[in-house]
């Protein structure tokens, strides 16, 4: 969903979520197992449960493999268009009758697009949830794109689209993926383009629905006040008339491609925007726990990071530096971020790539792998406040094949890794002579490619 329609969102919703607002939060104590069910209706949808019934709230999280990389060239932003249309009118209800409905009863309703996912919320009260899931329903079986509704928010989505394209942080993105992905689906803006979203019709809106939204690439969680009982009665209600297989496109997996010297987009702002990116790993190879923990010490642990501390601290170049793992369904990425002066950029670009140097080469330490340690297995148990967190990460354990008790063996993946194992995997992961960078900015002494 755009972030205008977010926006628009939220206001019209504020006064009726209030109502709900104080019970957002689950009781389960931060140190309690969070049990987990596995659910089935009889038409093939399962769903992973974690019931709690001190709140009268219910919180569905779903998720539909493919997202919009499957956009064809020349319409990209399809996937995105659906997500911001679907809830703008369903069965025999306009987009007025049906945001209204919503509205009136609190219950909020949303969908969003990715690069590899395309994915919904559902938030309702208990006394209302007859009526969340019929909407729930219509909305992914029965959407009306009507022209209204649709020209409304294509017309947000393009300029929310002309006020991104001179964001400077947008900018270094998008060129950071056609860098590392030239020719691929992940190199096109997952929102689409100024030339692409006016070129998408009713018929391509119709298609995505009936080709993408299907039972055999989805799945579920729930979260609250709701029994596995009713939940398989539910499961059949809401997504048994889905088609029974979606037709979706195969996407190649990919290798990181990398750019020989710093990529500079001139840019008349007073700062330059940093992003730095390679090839990453996988989140099914063996070695993704070491590679996350080094993370952790080299960009992903904010204040105490090694970035934070040599980029920031020591010599007062950036307010943050950070890095962080992506992997995507068919590639994976390590990026990284910072900002700085224009006549500090070549410095700050030097201390950065001198880290990764300095992480290839050396590693970390006991010290380092131990305050990881402790950081990571000590903070899991944050993840689970609100039911919103819980839902999602249920349909990411789900996306990502997991398994249903993840939950408990989490922290003992994290438990096992070795300074060897860390050490090593920087020496595989870490290529300075790979490494991709992105500058917009007016950045002095980088030269421009």
Do not use: C
């Amino acid at each position: 969903m755009t972030d205008v329609r977010r926006l628009s969102r939220w206001i019209m919703s504020l006064a009726a979520v209030s109502v709900i607002a104080v019970s957002t939060t689950l009781s389960f104590p931060v140190s309690a197992a969070v049990k987990v069910q596995e659910v089935s209706g009889s038409r093939g949808v399962t769903a992973w449960l974690v019931e709690d019934h001190s709140n009268p709230i219910i919180t569905v999280s779903l998720a539909f493999r493919g997202g919009s990389a499957l956009d064809p060239g020349g319409k990209e932003g399809i996937a995105n268009l659906v997500s911001a249309t679907l809830d703008e009118g369903a069965g025999d209800m306009d987009s007025e009758a049906f945001q209204n409905r919503l509205k009136d009863l609190a219950i909020t309703l949303s969908f969003d697009a990715g690069l590899d996912v395309f994915s919904g919320t559902l938030r309702t009260l208990t006394r209302n949830k007859a009526e969340a899931f019929r909407l729930l329903r219509l909305a992914l079986t029965e959407p009306r794109f009507d022209d209204d509704a649709v020209e409304r928010i294509r017309s947000q989505i393009l300029a929310n689209l002309r006020r991104k394209s001179s964001d400077p942080r947008q900018i270094a993105a998008e060129t950071m993926m056609k860098t590392l992905f030239p020719g691929h689906p992940y190199s096109r803006p997952a929102d689409g383009t100024l030339e692409s979203v006016p070129l998408i019709k009713l018929a391509d809106l119709k298609a995505f629905a009936a080709e993408r939204l299907a039972r055999d690439n989805l799945v579920v969680g729930v979260v609250g006040d709701i029994t596995a009982e009713d939940l398989a009665s539910v499961l059949d209600t809401v997504f048994g008339q889905l088609p029974a297989e979606a037709n979706l496109r195969p996407i190649a997996d990919v290798t990181a491609a990398s750019a020989p010297a710093p990529i500079v987009v001139e840019l008349p702002i007073p700062q330059s925007v940093i992003r730095f990116g390679q090839n990453g790993i996988r989140r099914d190879d063996p070695d993704f726990y070491a590679a996350y923990i080094m993370n952790y010490v080299l960009g992903g642990g904010s204040f105490e990071s090694r970035l934070y501390e040599e980029v920031r601290e020591k010599r007062g170049l950036v307010y943050s530096a950070y890095t962080y793992l992506s992997p995507l369904d068919h590639a994976a990425l390590i990026m990284g971020g910072a900002g700085t002066a224009n006549e500090r950029a070549a410095e700050t670009v030097k201390v950065i790539g001198d880290e990764w140097i300095k992480m290839a080469t050396s590693g970390v330490t006991a010290e380092e792998l131990q305050d990881a340690k402790v950081y990571l297995t000590g903070s899991y148990a944050l993840r689970f406040g609100s039911s919103q967190a819980i839902a999602r990460m249920l349909t990411g354990l789900q996306l990502e094949n997991l398994g249903i008790d993840y939950f408990e063996r989490r922290n003992g993946f994290i438990e096992a890794v070795t300074l060897e194992d860390v050490n090593r995997v920087a020496k595989r992961l870490l290529k300075p002579e790979n490494l991709t960078w992105v500058i917009v900015g007016q950045p002095v002494g980088l030269s421009t490619n």
